[in-house]
C-alpha cells in the first residue's frame, strides 16, 4: 500500500449525492486512494477508523465536478495562438501538469481535453492514470482534424479530402486518442480564419465519425456555424 492509498477519514460534513437529495448533515467518509470505500453518519464510522479523523468543520462534499471542454495545455492567454506555436512540447508539459493541478483543487475530478499539440494531453492522461501525478481523469482528443490552415491548424492534424481526412482520424486513434474532435467551421483564435466559414465538409466530419464509431470511440465537432436571420414576423392582427 503506498502513501496515497491509506485510508483517510473525514468527519463533521454535509453531503450532498448528486441524486438529488437534499443536503445531509452529520456525516462521514472514508477514502482510499481514489475511492470513497465508506460513508454514512458520524455515529456509524467503523470500529477503530475514528482515531486521527480530519475534521471538516460542517463543510459540504459533494461528487467531483466534470468539465467537458478544456485545454490543459493552455492557460486561457489572449493570443492563444501565439503560446502554442511558441511553447515545446516541455513547456507544453509544464503548463499542463499546472492546470491539472488547479483543476483538482477547484473540485473538478474528471475532463475533457479537446486538443492539443504534439499529443501532450494523452501523455497527461497516462501520467495521472499510472498515478505519477496528481490530477482528474482525463479523456484526450489529442490533436484535433481540421482542414489545410483551418481552425486550430496549430494544434491538429491538417486534413483534405475523405480519404486524408480517414488517414489523419486513424493516426490519431493510433497515436492514442481517446475521442476524436474535428473542427467543422473557423473559429474566432486562429489568425485568417474566419468563425462563420466551413470548414471540414460533410463527406469529410462522416469520415472522422465512421472511423471513431469503428474504433470505439466517440467524435466531436468545433461548430460555429453561420446562422441566417429570418424575417422578422409580424404580430398585426390580420383583416377579416
Known sequence: MTQNDRPVVIR???????????????????????????????AQLPEGSAGGAVDGGGGTVLPGLINCHVHLTNDGA????????????????????LNLQLTLASGVTSVRDCGAASGVAIDLARAVEDGLVP??????AGRVITMTGGHGHFIGREADG?????????????????????????GVLTPGVLPTQTALQQ????????EAHNA????????IGNVRP???????PRRS
Request: proline content about 8%; some cysteine; hydrophobic content about 40%.
Open 203 to 210: 463527406d469529410e466530419l462522416e469520415q472522422v465519425a465512421r
Open 78 to 97: 489572449p493570443d492563444l495562438f501565439a503560446q502554442a506555436t511558441r511553447d515545446t512540447v516541455t513547456t507544453a508539459a509544464l503548463r499542463g501538469y
Open 216 to 223: 470505439g470511440r466517440r467524435a466531436a465537432c468545433h461548430a
Open 230 to 236: 429570418q424575417p422578422p414576423v409580424s404580430l398585426s
Open 162 to 186: 475523405p480519404d486524408a481526412v480517414r488517414q489523419a482520424t486513424r493516426a490519431e486513434i493510433k497515436g492514442g486518442a481517446h475521442f476524436i474532435k474535428a473542427m467543422a467551421t473557423g
Open 12 to 42: 463533521n460534513v454535509r453531503l450532498i449525492d448528486g441524486a438529488g437529495a437534499a443536503p445531509v448533515p452529520g456525516q462521514a467518509l472514508i477514502t482510499e486512494g481514489r475511492r470513497i470505500s465508506w460513508i454514512g453518519p458520524d
Open 135 to 140: 490530477g482528474p481523469r482525463i479523456r484526450a
